[in-house]
């Protein structure tokens, strides 16, 4: 049996249905889960969780202890604490699926980029791209900040997959709109990827997520 994926999740009470990044049955493999306490989605979108650093070490360290064999999170904003956790875990850390986008670039057709779907388009920067190797910032769509993700994740709204699916496709349709030489999409937001292969199949692009990253993480590992 191979080792678990352990996943740092923020302080949040949202459904989290099949696909989400905290549900165990995303995954095809066992994986861990340890809540951060104070680590609110606002407060670590807005990179405003300097001191929750030391509480997400400790929570990456009892992961760690009790089997994990690496470590990724519940929010692409993470991407943030890459370098300060990897340096810090005795285990792989992915903090972000952005850290996808440096490899996914080589593997495109001359002429071709990346885009990027992100929860809140105003918090991410340059630092966040700095932090998972990417040097040129991408093309980016944000979710909008009144829709039904938002109202989900902080306002606190019941689970309406069919407005966050629409929502979803009405960014990603508008991002595609303003730059038509993007081959595949990476979802910063882990509450992305129930809608994973319902955006690939109606946009003809290849999606990364999460799940895509946490997925390679546990190819590694031999069969036993």
């Known amino acids: 049996m191979t080792r678990p994926l352990g996943i740092?999740?923020?302080?949040?009470?949202?459904?989290?249905?099949v696909g989400d990044v905290g549900n165990a049955a995303s995954w095809p493999f066992r994986v861990l889960y340890k809540r951060v306490e104070g680590a609110v989605a606002r407060k670590v979108v807005s990179g405003q969780d300097d001191d929750l650093l030391e509480a997400f070490i400790a929570a990456g360290q009892e992961l760690v202890s009790e089997g994990a064999f690496a470590l990724t999170t519940s929010c692409g904003f993470l991407a943030l604490r890459q370098s300060q956790l990897s340096a810090r875990l005795a285990v792989p850390v992915a903090t972000s699926s952005l850290l996808q986008i440096p490899s996914l670039s080589l593997t495109?057709?001359?002429?071709?980029?990346?885009?990027?779907?992100?929860?809140?388009?105003?918090?991410l920067t340059e630092r966040?791209?700095?932090?998972?190797?990417?040097?040129?910032?991408?093309?980016?769509?944000?979710?909008?900040?009144?829709?039904a993700?938002?109202?989900?994740?902080?306002?606190?709204?019941?689970y309406n997959a069919q407005a966050l699916a629409d929502e979803l496709a009405m960014t990603v349709e508008d991002l595609l709109q303003h730059h038509s030489n993007i081959g595949a999409l990476v979802f910063e937001c882990t509450n992305l990827p129930p809608f994973s292969s319902g955006i690939s199949r109606t946009f003809g692009l290849p999606v990364f997520d999460i799940l895509?990253?946490?997925?390679?993480?546990?190819?590694?590992?031999?069969?036993?």
């Open 8 to 17: 740092l999740m923020l302080d949040t009470a949202f459904e989290r249905p």
């Open 108 to 123: 495109l057709p001359k002429g071709k980029t990346v885009g990027v779907i992100t929860y809140d388009r105003a918090s």
């Open 128 to 147: 966040h791209f700095q932090e998972v190797g990417v040097n040129d910032i991408p093309p980016i769509a944000g979710l909008p900040s009144g829709g």
């Open 149 to 158: 993700f938002h109202g989900l994740i902080e306002g606190g709204m019941q």
């Open 212 to 224: 895509t990253l946490g997925k390679w993480l546990h190819s590694s590992q031999p069969d036993v």
